[in-house]
């Protein structure tokens, strides 16, 4: 059933991704030109010719921006990142680690999803970005740069927003495979429990953290790999042999020194100026919401048994966001403003810096050896967004697609060591 959502707040400038709209403009090219709007009304097999015709243009325009994008990652490497081509045409577009296999990764998809077969639906949003994912999980998986390292955000990717990992849930078999092929898997969440023993955290993950300790397959070394990073970039946890559970890692062995700098009573300012925004807004909007304080984030979450909708989430965001960054404390100290789906926060620190505090602590993995998986990639109030930043990256739409992203990366690590 189409939501009031997608039909009207997808279209909203803040929610779109510039890269994905420019090529699902370029591929509605083909589509007009082999489009039949009286196809039905013939025999449907009868648009064979049209199909083929349809795919061999689609791939032939992915060709293209394959190009442009090794035109970009050579005029980086050069340092002449203003001549690259394919910036002049998508100014936001960001860094790219790899290069990314687009014709190939379209036929992948065009046989899952009858892409080039449709007369009457263009190729969409969707279908473009599992383009994307495929492309990026073909190249990532080459042994030219073995991957080392799967981040992953919690809510939506790895499990329905506001649970937990149980013990019976379909990513966690894919997570073992993953570790069984000596990559590390980070989960990297908002979620900020500052409690040292790591309850919480324990709780929300129990059905990986039990099965990484009941495996027989996962060596010691392999066990160590899971790790998991919350608030943002904030506590850092590790699954212990030893101890068969998480165990909080000292902030001191991992921190990056551009955080280091940050003046403690500096972050509690800038947690003090959310807290007065929010409040304002909560008040302001007469929002069905309470502001919560934590150690290292700011939030509105809902009274129990009422919510909020989208898009006075996504004023509150965008407002938190205006002010904070127009403010000097907002240019001294990092920080993330999202919406969560049912309530907004504002974390110190982001999953940029996350990324790259895993990668670091963890021997200095390279951000082409490194795949982040999350649902929130959107150019604002997306808290996945920055990751973009520190490493190659899939976009999922529900854990589902995070298990199917998952395998097919497995088998493409499988296939290049055959």
């Given at each position: ?20 709209e420019w090529i699902k403009g370029l591929l509605a090219v083909p589509f007009v030109l082999h489009s039949e709007p009286a196809a039905y009304i013939k025999e449907v097999g009868s648009w064979e010719d049209a199909a083929n015709a349809a795919r061999r243009q689609y791939a032939a325009i992915l060709a293209d921006v394959e190009d442009m994008i090794e035109d970009q990652i ?300 999350g649902d929130q990639f959107a150019s604002i109030g997306a808290n996945d967004f920055k990751a973009r930043l520190a490493a190659c990256t899939a976009w999922v739409a529900d854990p589902s697609e995070t298990v199917e992203t ?13």
């Open positions: 059933m189409t939501t009031k959502y997608r039909v009207e707040y997808a279209l909203k400038s803040h929610r779109r991704d510039a890269l994905i050579m005029n980086d490497t050069k340092g002449t990142p203003h001549m690259a081509k394919i910036r002049h045409l998508v100014p936001s577009v960001g860094t790219f680690f790899t290069h990314l296999p687009l014709e190939e990764a379209f036929y992948v998809q065009d046989a899952k999803r009858s892409i080039s077969q449709r007369r009457l639906v263009s190729p969409s949003f969707n279908d473009v970005r599992l383009i994307l994912n495929s492309a990026q999980l073909m190249s990532i998986a080459s042994d030219s740069q073995p991957l080392k390292l799967v981040t992953l955000d919690g809510d939506v990717t790895l499990y329905e927003d506001g649970k937990s990992l149980t013990a019976d849930s379909k990513v966690v078999p894919v997570l073992l495979e993953l570790l069984k092929r000596d990559v590390a898997v980070g989960i990297v969440t908002a979620a900020g429990y500052s409690d040292t023993s790591g309850t919480r955290y324990k709780e929300r993950l129990e059905g990986i953290i039990l099965a990484v300790r009941d495996s027989e397959i996962l060596t010691d070394e392999q066990k160590r790999r899971l790790l998991v990073m919350g608030g943002e970039s904030n506590f850092l946890f590790r699954y212990s042999v030893t101890e068969q559970t998480l165990v909080y890692v000292d902030q001191e062995e991992w921190i990056l020194p551009e955080m280091k700098q940050w003046d403690e009573a500096d972050i509690q300012n800038l947690l003090d100026l959310a807290e007065e925004v929010l409040t304002s807004c909560r008040k302001v909007m007469n929002l069905s919401g309470q502001v919560v304080r934590k150690e290292r984030a700011v939030g509105i979450v809902p009274l129990p048994e009422k919510g909020m909708i989208r898009e006075d989430l996504e004023e509150v965001v965008l407002g938190a966001q205006r002010r904070l960054e127009s403010s000097e404390i907002g240019r001294k100290i990092q920080f993330c403003a999202f919406n969560g789906g049912s309530d907004v926060w504002v974390d110190i620190g982001d999953k940029r810096l996350g990324v790259i505090s895993l990668q670091r602590y963890l021997g200095g993995i390279l951000g082409s050896q490194t795949l982040h998986v998952l395998q097919e990366l497995c088998e493409y690590i499988d296939r290049r060591k055959e």
